[in-house]
């Protein structure tokens, strides 16, 4: 059939290897979020990883460092501003996890892939443009590299290494026991639906090895077929689960690979999308590839060729788990699958906000303020709310007293408070002569006491054109200069004479 050539799988070394990631995989985080570096390293902990999987971020435009935890402690994560020095400074991390936009993801996916110690690359962002995905398909199989997403989740090797959200919050991935392996490989197209059957398979299976969401862009950069023939040569997978969905023919690529019996262990499949049928026009659904094209691209097509193949095909999605129950039951009875030690994960330490919000840790404070509260809705300087000092009018020299002196004074001590700041501000670093002058004789000084005060403060800073002046027109005179030589000459030095203002 024409479309099973035009879809052939494509499986280079990388993927023929087997193994993506292991317990001491790092990787390079591009564009920070926290959230999700957060949750990655959450994920570390719980399965025991003794190094942090994000060895380092790239945040265009600074280099530095960010906080962040790893179980109790708290580290710090480098920043670096190109892919270039944040390979060169971590040549031991091999995964890309691209979280730039749609509009940078192609780029610098692209550089992330010419580096030469990156070997995956997880492309996070939807509607990255389809031809500019074709050319990092095309320059990863070219160069024995893999491609995951773009429009994914990403990924995870249970017990050892995740990508970014996947799996969501700790609650789930403990749920669905992802700290620790089981023997499920596990491929998808959608990473909502990822989730559901992480969950699905640890209730009716020893739960998952590793999980993959290929995305749900047209053309995906390694497909459900990759992932299955790479599944195929991982010893601890004993059985594989795909979930596909409507739209492409990327199915019948496993298709063929099921019938030239590449694929040894048993796959439990569904297609979903079923529902499509009772449209009677095309519908997109929620990914760019999710829509029929035509009567092969339907989920019912696709279903019954991985039916024929020999796959495990249910009969409606809700008898996915009992499907994917049997299989493996199966296994067991024939002692194919060697029951999983369980391991109790550790408990991750809850953030402190988090915490306190849900009243189980109190905590003490740090800082008292005897002036301002901001405890309740709105602060509130001395007890008076931030509101009404704006309602009534007050300035700075009331917000002064309430600060300082803790009460309200007297409206002429607020304004003198505020003449004094218009002074410092006014004359304290610019016309400093007449500032002291002023403090001088307010101290009770006599005039010449005053006036002293203010010359002495005369100097580079302010009224050093006196000093200018003198040392200028003194050059002037003692070379016997005429007006005009002198203001020419100052001119062509291009400085301004001092001490005649600024016209010339
Ligand atoms: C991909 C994704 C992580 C990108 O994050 P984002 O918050 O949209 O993007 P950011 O705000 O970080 O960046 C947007 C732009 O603003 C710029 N920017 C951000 N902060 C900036 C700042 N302080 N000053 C200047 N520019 C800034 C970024 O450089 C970026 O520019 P670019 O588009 O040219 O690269 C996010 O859109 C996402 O999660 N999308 C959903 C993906 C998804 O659903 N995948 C499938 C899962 S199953």
Redesign the pocket.
Known sequence: MLFVQQVSCVIDDAMATGQLFSKTTQALFY???QLPIQRMLDFDFLCGRETPSVAGIIN??GDGFQKLFFGQEEIAIPVHSTVDAACAAHPTADVFIN???????AA?SLAALKQPTIRVVAI???GVPEADTKQLIAYARANNKVVI??????GVQAGAFKIG?TAGTIDNIIQCKLYRPGSVGFVSK???MSNELYNTIARVTDGIYEGI?I??DVFPGSTLSDHILRFNNIPQIKMMVVLGELGGRDEYSLVEALKQGKVTKPVVAWVSGTCATLFKSEVQFGHAGAKSGGELESAQAKNQALRDAGAVVPTSYEALETAIKETFEKLADEGKITPVKEVKPPQVPEDLNSAIKSGKVRAPTHIISTISDDRGEEPCYAGVPMSSIVERGYGVGDVISLLWFKRSLPRYCTQFIEICVMLCADHGPCVSGAHNTIVTARAGKDLVSSLVAGLLTIGPRFGGAVDDAARYFKDAYDRSLTPYEFVEGMKKKGIRVPGIGHRY
Not at 99 to 105: G, I, M, V
Not at 149 to 154: H, K, S
């Open positions: 564009n920070y979020k265009p435009g979280f730039a936009s749609f509009r940078s993801a610098s996070i962002a939807e997403g773009p429009a994914t989740v990403g959200d959608s990473g909502g969401a995305g749900g």
